[in-house]
C-alpha cells in the first residue's frame, strides 16, 4: 500500500506560481502511475494532470495546459505540480492520487481509476 502526503499549497496572487509536491511511502512508487486532482467548493473532483510510471509520458487537462507541468522523482519517491500564471478559476484543494500500471502506459483521467489517494493541499488564487 502507497500512502501519499501533498504539501507546497497556500496563497498566491493571479500570474503567481506554486509547486505542489507529493511524497509517497511504500516499495511500489515507481511501478505508479500517478496523477494530479482538484477538487473547487461545490464542484467535483476533477483531473488535472498524469505522469506515467518513467515520467516519461505526461497528459494534462486542457485547462492547464501550457501552465502546469507535472514530474516525479522516483527516487526521492516524490512528485511535483509545477503550476505557473495561476488564476482564480485554479483555487481549489489539490489531491496526488496513484495507481498501480504496467509498462504500456493508459491515460487515466477518472477518480475511479486511481487507487490511493492524498489528504489534499489548498490552493487559493487572489485576483
Known amino acids: 500500500q502507497v500512502q501519499l502526503v501533498e504539501s507546497g499549497g497556500g496563497l498566491v496572487q493571479a500570474g503567481g506560481s506554486l509547486r505542489l509536491s507529493c511524497a509517497a511511502s511504500?516499495?511500489?512508487?515507481?511501478?505508479?502511475?500517478m496523477g494530479w486532482f482538484r477538487q473547487a467548493p461545490g464542484k467535483e473532483r476533477e483531473f488535472v494532470a498524469a505522469v506515467s510510471r518513467s515520467g516519461g509520458s505526461t497528459y494534462y487537462a486542457d485547462s492547464v495546459k501550457g501552465r502546469f507541468t507535472i514530474s516525479r522523482d522516483n527516487a526521492k519517491n516524490t512528485v511535483y505540480l509545477k503550476m505557473n500564471s495561476l488564476k482564480p478559476a485554479d483555487t481549489a484543494v489539490y489531491y496526488c492520487a496513484g495507481r498501480r500500471a504496467s509498462v504500456t502506459w493508459v491515460v487515466v483521467t477518472t477518480t475511479g481509476g486511481y487507487d490511493y489517494w492524498g489528504q489534499g493541499t489548498q490552493v487559493t488564487v487572489s485576483s
Open positions: 511504500g516499495r511500489t512508487f515507481s511501478s505508479s502511475a
